[in-house]
Antibody
C-alpha cells in the first residue's frame, strides 16, 4: 500500500527557507496517473493547497505563494520536496504531502501524517 | 480564483440524527464533461484528511452509505443520514475545477451533543 512520509526540521528561523521532503513508499512516484502535492494547515485554521508536481517535473502553485514556493521531484529516490522562501510566523503550520489524481477524477487519494513546522527565532 | 464557502462552521448533532453541511462556490464547478469537481473530506481528530466524496456525489471506497453528496453548479450538500460518534471531525469541501488548483472551504466542525 502506498504511503507518504514527510521529513524536515520542526523549527525554522524567520526569513530563512523552509525545506521539507516527502518520501513515497509502497509504489512508484513515476506513476502516470498521479500528481504529488503539498498542503498546509495553520494552527486553528483550515487547509491550504500549496502546489503540486508531476513526476516529469511540471509544477503548479497556488497564486498567493507562487513567488516563494518551489516543489521538486527526485524519481531516483522516490521523493519530492518543498522549499518555501523567506518564512514568517504566518508560515507556522502542519505540512502534509499527498498524492492526487488529475483527470476525470481529481482528488487527494493518500496523505502523509503531516509534519509540524514552527517559524520562530 | 474560486472561493468556497461552507455553512455552518460548527454543527452539534445528536447521535442518530441527520446532519447536513452546505458548500457554495463562487463559480460553477460543472465541467463540460458533466462532472462537478467538488470533493468532500473529513479530518478526524489527530488524523490527516481523508476523502469521503468526489465529483459531487461519488462515495470513496469504504465510506459508509450514510454519507451522501448532492448538488450541482455552485451549491452542494454533504448529508449524513444518521450521525454516529465516530463521525466527529472537521468536514471540508474542495473545488478541483480550475486547472491543477485546489481550493478548500473553511471547514465545518461536527461535534456530538
Amino acid at each position: 500500500q502506498l504511503q507518504l512520509q514527510e521529513s524536515g526540521p520542526g523549527l525554522v528561523k524567520p526569513s530563512e527557507t523552509l525545506s521539507l521532503t516527502c518520501t513515497v513508499s509502497g509504489g512508484s512516484i513515476s506513476r502516470s496517473d498521479s500528481y504529488w502535492g503539498w498542503i498546509r494547515q495553520s494552527p486553528g485554521k483550515g487547509l491550504e493547497w500549496m502546489g503540486s508536481i508531476y513526476y516529469l517535473g511540471s509544477t503548479y502553485y497556488t497564486p498567493s505563494l507562487k513567488s516563494r514556493v518551489t516543489i521538486s521531484v527526485d524519481t531516483s529516490k522516490n521523493q519530492f520536496s518543498l522549499n518555501l522562501l523567506s518564512v514568517t510566523a504566518a508560515d507556522t503550520a502542519v505540512y502534509y504531502c499527498a498524492r492526487h489524481l488529475w483527470g476525470y477524477y481529481r482528488y487527494f487519494a493518500q496523505w502523509g501524517q503531516g509534519t509540524r513546522v514552527a517559524v520562530s527565532s | 480564483d474560486i472561493v468556497m464557502t461552507q455553512s455552518p462552521l460548527s454543527l452539534p448533532v445528536t447521535p442518530g440524527e441527520p446532519a447536513s453541511i452546505s458548500c457554495r462556490s463562487s463559480q460553477s464547478l460543472l465541467h463540460s464533461n458533466g462532472y462537478n469537481y467538488l470533493d468532500w473530506y473529513v479530518q478526524k481528530p489527530g488524523q490527516s484528511p481523508q476523502l469521503l466524496i468526489h465529483v459531487g456525489s461519488t462515495r470513496a471506497p469504504g465510506v459508509p452509505d450514510r454519507f451522501s453528496g448532492s448538488g450541482s453548479g455552485t451549491d452542494f450538500t454533504l448529508t449524513i443520514s444518521k450521525v454516529e460518534a465516530e463521525d466527529v471531525g472537521v468536514y471540508y469541501c474542495v473545488q478541483a475545477l480550475q486547472t491543477l488548483m485546489f481550493t478548500f472551504g473553511q471547514g465545518t466542525k461536527l461535534e456530538i451533543k
